[in-house]
């Protein structure tokens, strides 16, 4: 091993530590260099190693005097600054530019939200307000038609016993005619009371465990609907809950949405038993 | 983005620079040493070492070879920009509001608050090219009527100047006579800042009637109102774009007794145009006192009254999204 200049073929077969020089190539067409490298590991084995590189050319254009000014040496406070007390840090949240204008644009749909929010929480007098001037309009305007004859007799109002189908007409109300609220999503013939319907809405929540509080429940049920009622059934003598609750929905789609979402639902260790509430028993 | 925070400043921010080509960027504050920063990186270069009292304006010759200074300090300070050696000082008697270099620059327009017995007051500076040459004698100056002067430009060829005041004014002045030729009430209130285009034929005011306005040189024509809602303390005209970018929020002596978010310290951009908000960077935990774009366009900085500069390269999708 003298010379490596003066190596003859038959010595390169025995030199088994000769291995054949790295090549690199490209970049090309994709902007891919090609790097084929060859090296032994530890145990002796010859290797072959291929990496690949993309290139990319970032072309920028800077002014010359620009590049000049990037060499000035510091001063002032500046000079004595090291790396560890650097005053310029890159931020490490990612600042967004944020878009206003897109908000805006939805600002119709939040409004029609806000309404459901406001008539689920906010107060009852604002509501009550606007709902009887509209049942107001809506009044004087069936007492226009009616004068004009355009109207039957103004239908009787549901027995206060609760007989289904007691008023005429009251299972299937005219198309486009005013439905109280009290009265809107009921198939025909479903005429039952005020107290009946409040409980069909009425989920009855068991297999609490004695921590859980009424806040706790609000926490739980809210993001199924616009909640109405919660009752938690408290121990008069312990003040503790009794492991069972009630709670009421506004509407009947979101008691069912709650049921299917949150019967069999691990709370606080336990599983919970969400079901609809048994009618109660006529006195 | 992932802005550059730059804490070279302890105290509030009065100004941040860009020089022309856009790769150095000059801070001042209310501490003592302004700073040379690369506008790339944001790597500080350098601190300008002499002042005595808080910097309220600097400007930067064309070919980025002087730094020119205003000091609550009562002087003026002409500094080697690269070294950051004092060259010069002129010494006034009132603090220094306002400072701005004549195109060409053969002549430095200062402007002085209204200090014990002396009014406010206009001060024109020859500006030699080789400092053995420099004098502390105005050429002319001349007394304004009460108010501090926020800034002041050269326009119509340096034949006259354009300031803005406290009061919500602007006030225009033919330069030989110190003679005032147009004065119009284009605010409400106070204009905190006011910043000229490229190419000149128009500014932006921003003011403490909570408005940033576009305003013709040659006429004072307000021709557009940017509508933000709080305070604007600055606002800056994209070179780009026909976007606006405006800082400010609710008055420093407000901001520790409502919470961050009520203060409103976001950077604000507006269309130029259309004068309708469309974006929003947010960032500082005070007023942003200071804006300025980058030549290019591509970036801005904001110095805020809680002393931070931060440094934003704009992302991709600021170039590529239709805003409108």
Redesign the interface.
Known sequence: MASRGKLRWGDTLDDEDLLPPSVTKGPDDNGIKTVIEYYKNEKGDALKKTTKIKVVTVEKK??K??EE??N?P??????K?TPQD????????????????QIKATTQEKKATDIQQVLATADKTVISGSIKEMLYKKRMERELLRAKGLLKEAEKPPEEDGKPGSGPGLGAPKAGSYVPPSLRNRGPGDGESMQKKREDNSIRVTNLSEDVTEGDLQELFRPFGAVSRIFLAVDKNTGENRGFAFVNYVHRDDADRAIRNLNGFGYDNLILRVEWAQPREAK | MRPYLLKGHERPLTQVKYNREGDLLVSCAKNLQPCLWSAEDGRRIGTYEGHNGAIWTCDITWDSDRLITGSADQTVRIWDLPTGKELFQIRHREPCRAVKLSAGERFLAATSDAFIESPPAIHIYKFAENIEDQTATAAIEWTVPKGRVTRVFWTDCNRKLITSHDGGILRRWDVETGALLQEQQVHEDAIQDMQMSPDETHVITASLDKTARLIDVDTFEVMKTYKTGRFVQSAAISPLFDHVVMGGGQDASQVTTTAAQAGGFEARFFHKIFQEEFGRVRGHFGPINTVAFHPSGKSFTTGGEDGYVRLHHMDMDYFTTKFF
């Open positions: 800077v002014y005097v620009s000014r990037r000035w510091r001063f002032g406070g500046a000079a600054e650097s005053v310029t840090v890159q931020g490490i949240d990612e600042i967004p530019f944020e878009r206003v204008r």
